[in-house]
Structure formats: C-alpha cells, structure tokens
C-alpha cells in the first residue's frame, strides 16, 4: 500500500503560482512513477503531468507544458508540482498518483485507469 497525501492548494490570482506537494508513505517511493491529475467541476478527471521513479523523465499535458514543472525528491518521497502563470482554466482538484515504475515504463503515464494509488486531492482555485 501507498498513501498519498497533497498540499499546497489555493486561492490565486491569474498570473500567479502555486506549487503542489504530495508525500507518500508506505513502499518504497522509487518503485513508482507518479503523476498528477485534476478534476473541475462538471469535467472528467485528465491528465496533468507525470515523472519517473528516478525524476529523469517528465510527460505534460499539452495545456500546462511550458507553465508547470513536475519534480520529485526521493530522499523526502515527495513529488512538486510548480504551477506558473495560472489561467483561471486551471480551476480544479489536483490529485496525485501512483503506479509500479514497470507499468509506467511501458507509457501509461497519461492513464488514469493505470494508476493504483490516489491521494484526496487539493483544491486549487485561479481567480480572473
């Protein structure tokens, strides 16, 4: 088992940035690649970002590619999300993930059916 817990969320103004933490506890933090989602109201959950277990290789959605940053510090078993220049669009709950690096290895990083493990997510609103 793997728990997941974000932070960071907030009330922002467009413009502006945020970033996301999430912790994991559990097993062992570099055994999986792990990625962000988010969900806005009304809308299925999509595919933010996602790195793998040694934070070598990132993927983006191509709506925050060249605004977001997705790093992970496997000392502290932490993976960031850093969000800049915030569009109100990003309106959403941010949800971080987990799966066995051998399953991300083969490219479903963007899959939300491939992922095991999901924290409660953190509120992030962006106000225009």
């Known amino acids: 088992q793997v728990q997941l817990v974000e932070s960071g969320g907030g009330l922002v103004q467009a413009g502006g940035s945020l970033r996301l933490s999430c912790a994991a506890s559990?097993?062992?933090?570099?055994?999986?690649?792990m990625g962000w989602f988010r969900q806005a109201p009304g809308k299925e959950r999509e595919f933010v970002a996602a790195?793998?277990?040694?934070?070598?290789?990132?993927q983006y959605a191509d709506s925050v590619k060249g605004r977001f940053t997705i790093s992970r510090d496997n000392a502290k078993n932490t993976v960031y999300l850093q969000m800049n220049s915030l569009k109100p669009e990003d309106t959403a709950v941010y949800y971080c993930a987990a799966q066995p690096i051998v399953r991300y290895n083969t490219g479903n990083y963007g899959r939300l059916t491939a992922y095991d493990y999901w924290g409660q997510g953190t509120q992030v609103t962006v106000s225009s």
């Open positions: 559990g097993r062992t933090f570099t055994s999986y690649g």
């Open positions: 790195i793998s277990s040694g934070g070598g290789r990132t």
